[in-house]
Nanobody, 122 residues
């Protein structure tokens, strides 16, 4: 399993931007499918965006056109660029890794980071 450490969360006004980073340990980072999930208070954890080893991407409908996931295999890092943020984007954002195809099922992901808080004020 990979060790994942997120960074980049914070407080931002609606309409602003943040970039989350997730640094992964391990020599096989390039073979992982990487994902960003989020969990708001009282809600289930949901997949926000994911990227496969061949850079196929998937986005939740609620973030399409606003968020962009990318990866830098040389740095063992995956990013989530978040633009035009809305108060409903407020949540704890988690980085995750798995060695298969993209799935929305949280139980299918092998490794998780500790999470980073994103708060969007109106």
């Amino acid at each position: 399993q990979a060790q994942l450490v997120e960074s980049g969360g914070g407080l931002v006004q609606a309409g602003g931007s943040l970039r989350l980073s997730c640094a992964a340990s391990g020599r096989t980072f390039s073979s992982y499918t990487m994902g960003w999930f989020r969990q708001a208070p009282g809600k289930e954890r949901e997949l926000v965006a994911a990227i496969t080893k061949i850079r196929t991407t998937l986005y939740a409908d609620s973030v399409k056109g606003r968020f962009t996931i990318s990866r830098d295999n040389a740095k063992n890092t995956v990013y989530l660029q978040m633009n035009s943020l809305k108060p409903e984007d407020t949540a704890v954002y988690y980085c995750a890794a798995e060695d298969g195809l993209i799935t929305r099922m949280t139980t299918s992901w092998d490794s998780w980071g500790q999470g980073t808080q994103v708060t969007v004020s109106s």
